[in-house]
């Protein structure tokens, strides 16, 4: 399912033995550091990883809501981009929200030519559209850009089911059975593999689909009960691409970045995080998961 980057001899040399992945996040900031690129920074040092970081846009959030989004200009963008991969070798790219058409289609160009030029890294697609609370995060003329020239380009693209309908143009699957298909249908859109994640249905266990060239694997995981879970689809999708170099094929990998997601949310309630009186009243928000779960304070 897909082989890795070939890092550059130079830097192959330099590296030495036991050194970290280098991941990059492409994603908007979140000042309460639940989600976005401060939820993959954390995501990829938990995990032993480098991370590096572009930003897309600005929020104003809290664990209650987002209140506004600033896209940053697509020229920067692109600026931030060609910038690091002229000096940096990354290992493995995840991508979260765009903002608009014109910062995706720099994300887009600037990865063309970095895969034309050579072994790429390994590219995750977080298609961030609407926040847990429900604001638009994703203008509405950047969600075709996104379809058809963003998700072609990533190794693995991981909606939630209201992203894949809206991606496909249906409506949200409402059982596994459909999740299934919708993860399959996903692949025709030209996602090399799809992973659909299924924590909306109402089941037991939250089970995600992955679907690739081979056919589709249902992954299981328990269904943690807590309502501290901002930043999860940020948590999963950058585990997803600092992990996979480590692993031979995707499947792995997944599972792996899956293990870690649980076990954020399990510690997700000993996080007290926001709930301190708002307009909505205090403990109305979503807490974040716990990304340091392993820390030790001392």
């Known amino acids: 399912m897909g082989s890795g980057p070939a890092l550059p001899d130079a830097v192959a040399r330099t590296r030495p033995p036991g050194h970290p992945v280098v991941a990059l996040t492409i994603a908007g900031s979140d000042p309460s550091g639940g989600a976005g690129i401060q939820a ?24 209650t809501g987002v209140t506004r989004v600033l896209p940053v200009p697509g020229d920067v963008v692109t600026a931030q981009l060609e910038t690091l991969f002229a000096d940096v070798a990354v290992d493995a790219v995840k991508i979260g929200m765009t903002t608009d058409a014109v910062v ?8 063309r030519d970095l895969r034309s030029a050579g072994p790429a890294p390994y590219v995750v697609l977080d298609p961030v559209m609407v926040s847990t609370s429900g604001h638009r995060l994703l203008e509405a003329d950047a969600e075709a850009v996104l379809r058809d020239e963003l998700l072609p380009l990533a190794d693995l693209v991981t909606p939630n089911l209201p992203e894949a309908a809206v991606l496909l143009g249906v409506e949200p ?5 459909e999740a299934a298909d919708q993860a399959r249908a996903l692949l025709k859109l030209g996602a090399r593999l799809a992973l659909v994640k299924g924590g909306h249905l109402d089941s037991a ?5 992955l679907a690739g060239p081979d056919g ?3 992954l299981a995981a328990p269904r943690i ?4 879970t901002h930043g999860t689809g940020c948590t999963l999708s950058s585990a997803c691409a600092v992990v996979r170099p480590l692993h031979d094929g995707w499947e792995p990998a997944v599972r792996a970045a899956k293990d870690y997601l649980t076990e954020t949310l399990r510690a997700a309630d000993d996080l007290v995080i926001g709930g301190t009186g708002t307009a ?19």
């Open 216 to 218: 589709v694997v249902a």
């Open 104 to 111: 995706a289609r720099a994300i887009a160009a600037v990865l």
């Open 173 to 177: 699957a409402r059982d596994a059975t």
């Open 205 to 209: 266990e939250s089970v995600d689909h």
């Open 225 to 228: 009960a807590t309502r501290n």
């Open 280 to 298: 909505l009243g205090p403990w109305s928000g979503h807490g974040p998961v716990d990304h340091g779960f392993a820390r030790t304070l001392g």
């Open 40 to 63: 993959d920074l954390k995501t990829f040092a938990a995990l032993g990883g480098y991370g590096c970081a572009v930003l897309t846009g600005l929020t104003a959030q809290s664990t």
